[in-house]
């Protein structure tokens, strides 16, 4: 899957070195040699700082997607939970109900019940109540379950599977929302690629110089209308990849360079 890269930031560390320079050159005895090496400083521009981690940012698009298609479903859920008139649904039992164990929902939803039954009600009116909830609360555990169960599906997008949890939303005012808060969760959990090791940085750093160099020769193709990058069947390009190489694979594309 292709990695994009961060936007890289300028340092300020090198305008303040080229301001102390500067002030240093003014004072008397500073020679012409030390004047010139600050005068190319003051001509170079500040280097970026150091790539530390790479954004996936076609991964982070679709894990969001899948997590807007499963926040509809888990307001039917919250909808269902609130015909239990067991108080408002937080994300514990959203995280229950998505492992399929109710036994805490039910026992909340069963004291609830039998809170209802007068005391000097007679057993066939008590049984009645009690078999009519829980005919009520089975809707409620079918409803629940066919949607979780769903959950699998739904994670599956373009051929990839996204982690899709109950965790990763919020409850706010009594709803499921999806926030940026658990959106910037997503992103750094499950899309962010953080540099460890030398090869690391040093891949990195060199997949920016290739692709700055790729892209001025690139244009330069297209401007003189020459011929691709890189050589696919039955078509030279610039370069061609082998095994454990790449070459130059047309030298003479510079003969139609005029300008």
């Not at 090496?37 to 790479?54: G, M, S, W, Y």
């Not at 691709?228 to 030279?236: A, V």
Request: charged share 30%.
């Amino acid at each position: 899957m292709k990695n994009e890269r961060i936007e890289l930031r300028a340092s300020p560390e090198d305008k303040e070195n080229l301001e102390t320079a500067k002030e240093k050159a003014g004072k008397k005895g500073v020679s012409e040699t030390i004047r010139a090496a600050i005068k190319n400083l003051a001509d170079q521009e500040p280097k970026p700082a150091r790539v530390t981690h790479l954004l996936k940012e076609s991964y982070l698009r679709n894990i969001c997607s899948v997590h807007s298609m499963a926040l509809q479903h888990l307001k039917t859920i919250a909808n269902a939970f609130k015909k239990l008139d067991i108080g408002s649904i937080t994300l514990d039992d959203l995280e229950q109900i998505e492992a399929r164990n109710l036994n805490e929902i039910k026992t909340r939803y069963n004291t609830r019940i039998e809170s209802g039954v007068p005391e000097n009600a007679s057993n066939l009116v008590r049984n009645n109540l009690l078999v009519g909830s829980e005919e009520d609360f089975s809707e409620f555990k079918t409803i629940s379950f066919n949607i979780i169960q769903s959950f699998d599906n739904i994670g599956y997008f373009m051929g990839t599977y996204y982690p899709l949890s109950a965790k990763h939303f919020t409850i706010q005012n009594d709803e499921v929302t999806f926030t940026d808060e658990n959106r910037e969760f997503l992103k750094s959990e499950y899309c962010t690629i953080y540099l460890e090791t030398p090869d690391q940085f040093r891949f990195v750093e060199l997949q920016e110089q290739g692709l700055k160099i790729l892209t001025e020769l690139k244009a330069l193709l297209l401007k003189h209308n020459i011929g691709s990058l890189f050589s696919t069947p039955g078509d030279i390009g610039l370069f061609d990849e082998g095994r454990e190489d790449v070459i130059i694979g047309a030298p003479e594309f510079v003969e139609f360079i005029k300008e």
